[in-house]
């Protein structure tokens, strides 16, 4: 790790604990409906027009809906390692959310390391370093210890 | 049944990578579906264009640049973009068009000149945009498909060879079928060889994009009878409904989906939504399907796409795939042009493509890949955020 501070690669999505991370949301105050990312001018659901919204904490920890991985590097605006490291990618279903939330695994776990169903959490890491920070983002890691290499 | 309208022509420039502009292979394609009609471009009273966004202005204003390519007449002109269902809903509104009396012919038209490499979304830092933020992050179109296949082969079982199988299965038609851009048949091994790009998937087993154009006349099924061509394929249902909230499968380019804490789960995603309703307006079920062109984005996506159209039982679409069934000559033949595993995806062009196969199948001129005895066919293809298209046509 660089001496660089960390600095959220998208402000305002997810909280900066480094022990104990969550995603921000918004929840509908009307119906109940979370969103992340966050809205908070419209309801998605159609039965419900509100305009009031809650910023909430999502749950932390959720299992795997699937997960692939990322083999060449994307284009920008993604930052890419030199050279180009290959990342898993989990879809992780929140079950009080009841929603799927994809993002990068953490370094270290590959597909052959994961399954529909695994439990994961949800921990902060390093997507790209730019001058002035590194900025971190949420990644999912299999909860098992046993999962990580 | 009066809600039906006429295909008298189709026609389409080959799919390739000629690096020519878009509007030429929507001329040709106009052209070739013109003289398959014997209608005289005079008659047609209104040019439904389905637009690319990629080749400056002129794609976005589509149906106006391809009336004035093939020469003003007066025509009036409509333009749709729904990404890949762009050409359906051209389609669509067309229909809507013949159906209200408001003209008896119709052109619909797509094309499209793909640049190289990945398709980028606009610069800057815009967390606001969903396109922008999944590639940000480190997510791409095949990480979609890699999700879908990989949770097919956790819950069903299904393997690797059967993905290679399907991209064999579609190489071995599409290898017959000259407007394809790849003609050559692939083995299981040498789909197996080809780098892995978002695991389970492999370079063989993702679609590539194309160059390429597609048109159909359209018109209604009293001025086909007028002109000796009553007995014309029929477009007999197009659906693009949307899916219902909350949808629980994360779609392309978003990177959550719809929280159900409050809605409820809706188990059906737009994949299986669509078909449902083509169905219902063409009051056919799946067991009158001759042979369905389905949009094989990753050769896995065709068999979730079997099961939505109810093709199969979900869960089931490898077993049909190793009997045989879905190749030509099986019972229920899938991609029987070779779909986008030969073609490659000409966004506004693919959806129309898709039709023009089904029509020169049920009227039997498919030569070298005719289905026998083919009578109703089905498309299905996706657009963005969760919505795409599916189209039912008959004889
Ligand atoms: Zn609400």
């Not at chain 1, 990322?70 to 180009?84: L, M, T």
């Not at chain 2, 020469?71 to 159906?99: D, F, H, M, P």
């Not at chain 2, 791409?140 to 060879?161: I, K, Q, S, V, W």
């Not at chain 2, 009158?288 to 679409?317: C, H, K, M, N, Q």
């Amino acid at each position: 790790m660089s001496a660089k501070p960390l600095a959220p690669a998208i402000d305002g999505w997810h909280t900066m604990d480094m022990h104990q991370p969550h995603l921000i949301g918004t929840r509908c105050i009307d119906c109940g409906t979370y969103f992340f990312p966050k809205q908070s001018s419209y309801c998605r659901n159609p039965a419900c027009d509100s305009t009031d919204f809650e910023e909430v904490e999502l749950s932390r920890t959720g299992t795997i809906w699937s997960y692939t991985n990322a083999c060449y590097k994307p284009p920008e605006p993604f930052v890419a390692a030199d050279p180009f490291e290959p990342y898993a990618i989990a879809a992780v279903q929140l079950e009080q959310e009841q929603m799927v939330v994809l993002g990068q695994v953490v370094a270290g776990v590959g597909v052959e390391d994961l399954k529909v169903g695994m439990p994961m959490e949800l921990v902060l890491e390093t997507l790209y370093e730019d001058e002035e920070d590194t900025k971190v983002t949420w990644k999912w890691k299999p909860r098992s210890a046993s999962g990580a290499k | 049944m009066s809600q039906e309208i006429a295909i008298l022509g189709a026609g389409m420039h080959p799919w390739g990578k000629w690096g020519k502009y878009f509007v030429e292979y929507g001329v040709a394609a106009a052209r070739e579906a013109l003289a398959d009609s014997g209608v005289p471009w005079q008659d047609v009273r209104f040019v439904s264009g389905a637009a690319t966004i990629r080749c400056g202005y002129p794609g976005y204003v589509a149906g106006a640049t391809f009336a004035q390519a093939l020469g003003w007449q007066g025509a009036e002109v409509n333009t749709s973009y729904a990404a890949c269902a762009s050409g359906s809903q051209a389609l669509a509104a067309a229909r809507t068009k013949i159906l209200s009396g408001a003209c008896d012919v119709a052109l619909v038209v797509g094309a499209d000149t793909t640049p190289k490499g990945f398709l980028a979304p606009a610069k800057g830092y815009r967390p606001e945009d969903p396109d922008w933020v999944r590639f940000y992050l480190g997510v791409t179109n095949p990480t979609y498909f890699g999700l879908y296949a990989r949770r097919r082969m956790d819950l069903y079982g299904d393997t690797l060879e059967d993905f290679a199988a399907v991209k064999v299965k579609n190489a071995a038609i599409g290898s017959k079928n000259p407007r394809a851009r790849y003609q050559k048949c692939f083995t299981t091994e040498e789909v197996a060889a080809s780098a892995m790009v978002a695991d389970p998937l492999r370079l063989m087993d993702i679609c590539a994009t194309s160059d390429g154009g597609a048109a159909l006349i359209v018109s209604s099924v009293e001025y086909a009878k007028k002109i000796g061509k009553g007995d014309a394929p029929r477009i007999a249902a197009i659906s693009t409904v949307t899916p219902t909230f909350a949808s629980g499968v994360v779609e392309m380019p978003d990177i959550a989906t719809d929280s159900a804490a409050a809605a409820g789960i809706e188990a059906s995603s737009y994949r299986s939504s669509i078909p449902l309703k083509a169905y219902e307006e063409a009051g056919i079920g799946p067991e009158d399907i001759s042979l369905a062109e389905v949009y094989d984005l990753s050769t896995a996506l065709e068999l979730d796409w079997i099961e939505d159209l109810r093709l199969a039982p979900r869960g089931e679409a490898a077993q049909l795939l190793r009997n045989g069934d879905t190749s030509v000559g099986g019972k229920i033949p899938v991609n029987a042009s070779g779909g986008l595993a030969c073609f490659g995806e000409a966004v506004p062009a693919q959806a129309l493509s898709q039709v023009c196969e089904l029509t020169w199948q049920l009227r039997g001129q498919a030569g070298e890949r005719q289905v026998e005895g083919a009578r109703v066919g089905i498309t299905a293809n996706q657009g963005l955020f969760g919505h795409g298209s599916s189209v039912i046509v008959k004889r």
